[in-house]
């Protein structure tokens, strides 16, 4: 579970999250949207503290932190471990092959053995359709490509929580389905996820709860039903700009 107490983010004078609240169970898919610039990603990057709020608890699991107090780099460490960040531009190391990128944390960071980790990799790779492209190098590679390798790479890690910050913005239409495929795919038995993104239609398809942001505030934390079929004024609005 990630849980969230009156948590506040400061950017110098901008707040850019506003007291939030709320507690995501394990085993969901949430998704958070909102207009651009009201804190998805500053929201995300805080779960796996690439972002440290000022104020607020937060618990992961049965460890909590309070950012009023420094963080130790062991804790960092821990809930870094423990949530796997995907982001908008895929992050790959361009030296590395496909296969070498999902081994590489497993093997330095997991301390795996090479034969264990190429396997699992190997398997990842199937997963999300890239079987083939194993000896390729990123540059070789279409955008939605590089952004299943991505997700492989996220996923080896084995993290409990996996955090996409919108993981197909940069794609075309085509693309973009492609990953999306793989998203809707993703067994959330074995990963909680929380996904940022504005592509409404895949919202509806995959989220198990919805959390809408807007200036730092969550004005909408619930069910996909009630958001898309029962949207309150303002909720309504930010739909139809999405169309
Ligand atoms: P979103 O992902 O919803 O577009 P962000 O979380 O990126 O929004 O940003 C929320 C607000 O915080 C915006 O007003 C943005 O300009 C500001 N912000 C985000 N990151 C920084 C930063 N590193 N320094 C200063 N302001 C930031
Ligand atoms: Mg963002």
């Known amino acids: ?88 531009d895929y992050n790959l190391f361009p030296h590395l092959t496909v ?20 396997q699992r990799a190997e398997e990842l790779l199937e997963l999300v359709g890239l079987s083939d492209r194993a ?34 913005s940069a794609l075309d239409p085509e693309l973009e389905a492609e990953v999306l495929k793989v998203l809707l795919k993703l067994d959330v038995e074995k990963n909680s996820m929380v996904i940022v993104t504005h592509n409404m239609a895949f919202a509806k398809a995959v989220a198990s709860n919805i959390i809408f942001l807007e200036e730092g505030n969550i004005l909408f934390n619930g069910s996909p039903d009630e958001f898309f079929n029962h949207p309150t004024e303002r909720i309504q609005k930010f739909l139809s700009a999405m169309t």
């Open 1 to 88: 579970m990630i849980k969230f107490e009156n948590v506040n983010k400061y950017f110098d004078q901008h707040k850019a999250l506003k007291s939030l609240s709320f507690e995501l169970p394990e085993h969901e898919t949430t998704v958070i949207v909102g207009p651009s610039g009201s804190g998805k990603s500053t929201l995300l990057r805080s779960f796996n503290l690439l972002e440290q709020p000022e104020e607020g608890l937060y618990s992961l699991d049965d460890k909590v932190i309070d950012f009023a107090q420094p963080i130790s780099e062991k804790t960092i460490l821990e809930v870094r471990r423990q949530t796997g960040m995907v982001f908008q």
């Open 99 to 118: 296969l070498k990128n999902v081994m590489e944390g497993p093997l330095h960071v997991l301390k795996e053995q090479k034969l264990i980790a190429a």
């Open 135 to 168: 000896n390729y190098y990123p540059n070789q590679l279409s955008g939605g490509q590089q952004q299943r390798v991505a997700i492989a790479r996220a996923m080896a890690m084995d993290p409990k929580y996996l955090l996409f910050d919108e993981p197909t």
